[in-house]
């Protein structure tokens, strides 16, 4: 499992340029459709967890514990997120969530506990492919945003290792930049961190605050009262 670390960019009009300048080499453009599922009362998101599916390629991101006492700027403007991309797993993990969930408040009668321990283990795994859509109906998910999103993938050689910058144009008219490094799970996070704030530095980015996300912008255009909770939830 790999735990992803990331800073969003404002994209401006110079950034194909500064890329070039700094030596990135662009690895390919390609364009995405992104559904994003949760309960009907949001149990995943409201606990950060971001279940996708990305042209039938199923996602699970999930806090990530911090390990690191980076400095404050480095800690407010990058995210982690342990990513999950293994079907199976998936499911366990979403199950045991909306098992917990239900548990604590009793809100689920015995069918639908038993409809959520079958996923949780697997027992249809055999029928699963990645159209299937009989888990998502046992666990009550529905899909709660979607958009398409235009990528310009970039990576960047550096001597403590790779890093890539994706630019970002989504389909409700939104573009972001992203300085991304993936780091093995127990890996060292503190260098990662370093190296993202290093290439901010060569591209000139500024460290003020925290950019929004692809999904920031369209929950609050779309979904406010769902990006309400999770603002006050500090989720966002
Ligand atoms: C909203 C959110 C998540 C879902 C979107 O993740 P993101 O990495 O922005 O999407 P994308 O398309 O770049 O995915 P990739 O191709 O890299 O896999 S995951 C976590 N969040 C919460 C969140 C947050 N708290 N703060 C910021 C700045 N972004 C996202």
Known sequence: MTVEVERKFVCDAEIMGKLQDIGAECIGQRQFRDQYFDSPDFILTLKDFWLRCREGLWELKCPAVSGTTPDNDTETLCTRYREITSLPLIQSEVSKIIREHTAEGSESNSSQREQIDKVAENEDTEICTADDTKWLNDLNLVCFAEFKTERCSYTLERVAGAVRVDLDQADFGYCVGEI?????????????????????????????????????????????????????????
Do not use: F, W
């Open 180 to 236: 991304e490094v993936l780091v093995p799970e127990g890996g060292d996070m503190n260098a990662a961190l370093q190296r993202i704030t290093g290439i901010a530095v060569e591209l000139g980015l500024s460290c003020e605050k925290k950019v929004k996300g692809k999904m920031d912008v369209y929950l609050q255009r779309y979904r406010p009262e769902h990006y309400a909770k999770l603002l006050s939830a500090h989720i966002l």
